[in-house]
């Protein structure tokens, strides 16, 4: 059908592991999304920080959280926690760790390029 496209994330065109997180990765429009699945007890400066190798998130995040809640803490020690239906606006340099007993899944559309790469 002309003037209309469709992708999925059961069908991702990328997945990036990280730790005990998954990342799926689709392109759309020239956008890529990055739907990230984190289990409790998943943080950034453990699962990811081996793979990125710098001693703190270096991407901009800008998404949604879709489910669980995840908790970012700024360089600067600025902290804020994020839950189902809010979005988010991460600048680089930060940590990030799930809190609570609940698999948390985000929808993240800024920051896929480097999300748990190396």
């Known amino acids: 059908m ?6 999925s994330f059961s069908q991702p065109e990328e997945v990036r592991n990280a730790g005990s997180g998954r990342g799926d990765i689709v392109e759309i429009a ?8 984190l289990p409790p ?10 793979l990125a190798g710098t001693d703190s998130c270096q991407a901009k995040h800008v998404g949604t959280m879709i489910r ?11 902290e804020q926690e994020f839950g ?4 988010y606006e991460i600048q680089p340099g930060h940590d990030a760790w799930i809190v609570g007993d609940v698999e948390a899944v985000g929808l993240d559309v800024t920051g896929s ?5 190396q």
């Open 68 to 78: 669980g809640r995840m908790v970012v803490r700024h360089n600067d020690g600025s």
């Open 84 to 87: 189902p239906g809010d979005l």
């Open 2 to 7: 002309a003037g209309v496209a469709k992708k």
């Open 113 to 117: 390029e480097n999300w748990a790469k």
């Open 30 to 37: 020239g956008v890529k999304f990055l739907r990230m699945t």
């Open 41 to 50: 007890g998943w943080k950034w400066s453990k699962d990811v920080k081996p």
